[in-house]
């Protein structure tokens, strides 16, 4: 009968030729999708993990270190390596509504308001909603948090033509695409998505440090035509991610 530990070692050996700390990967990975280790779970310890995989010590703190920054795992110092709650995922087929959505998870949802202001676009701007450079335009920026922690940085243009009474709103009572929404339909999306590091700002506002990867998700938005709405959304990739699932339209002819 085979023990714990030569399975676990036959796991790392079936994944060759990945290196030796990309195969520790994988079995902590595939460990963890298989519901053997829950979020929250505390993992075996470096040393357990190198008795068990056969591995030394600084390949096991590499493939730790890999899985922590990816957001898998989390680490706390003198206490031990625990795995990370799921990140929320929210969908790139649709505008869809991060209040609703947290929510929907049992989480509690708040937004902070940085900023709300008419000013004079710049070219990049001005480009985007289809105006003439330093032509006027809304602007506002605010923060949305889960359980108190930020995890969209939303930074909106807004085209005063489409949208003129956007600047006095409440947005205290009302989240800014719930507005728009409610006004004027979005005939047409775009969405664009890119990793990168967060300037200084951004990183201030999201509470994180300038070295931690996000992911920004740009959307454009037009009613007939005409387009309304230029926005960015900095998610910090260690709690957010984008995905989506669909059926495609060939799909559904045959079904």
């Not at 990967?25 to 357990?48: F, M, V």
């Not at 969209?152 to 033509?161: F, G, K, S, T």
């Not at 506002?205 to 740009?218: A, D, F, K, Q």
Request: aromatic letters at 6%.
């Amino acid at each position: 009968m085979s023990t714990p530990s030569s399975r676990a070692a036959h796991v790392v050996d079936r994944v060759l030729p990945l290196a030796r700390y990309a195969q520790v990967k994988e079995y902590i990975r595939t460990t963890i999708e298989s519901g053997a280790w829950q979020a929250g779970d505390r993992i075996p310890s470096e040393l357990n993990l190198v008795d068990t995989l056969g591995v030394s010590r600084m390949t096991i703190n590499r493939a730790l270190r890999e899985l922590t920054d990816e957001g898998l795992l989390t680490r706390l110092s003198g206490v031990g390596t625990f795995v990370a709650e799921a990140k929320p995922q929210s969908t790139l087929l649709m505008i869809a509504d991060i209040g609703d959505e947290i929510r929907s998870r049992g989480h509690e949802y708040s937004c902070s308001h940085l900023n709300l202001t008419r000013e004079a676009a710049s070219a990049g701007v001005s480009t985007a909603l289809g105006l003439t450079p330093g032509a006027s335009v809304f602007r506002i920026v605010c923060v949305h948090r889960e359980n108190g922690l930020p995890v969209q940085l939303e930074d909106r243009y807004v085209n005063p033509a489409i949208a003129p009474a956007f600047i006095d709103q409440d947005f205290t009572r009302m989240r800014p695409s719930e507005y728009l929404v409610s006004i004027v339909p979005a005939h047409e999306i775009e969405h664009i998505v890119d990793a990168g590091l967060p300037t200084r700002i951004e990183a201030e506002w999201l509470e994180i440090g300038p070295e931690v990867p996000c992911l920004t998700l740009v959307r454009r938005t037009w009613s007939s035509g005409v387009a309304v709405t230029f926005a960015r959304f900095v998610h910090p990739g260690s709690r957010y991610r984008l995905g989506c699932r669909f059926t495609p339209e060939f799909a559904r002819q045959q079904s």
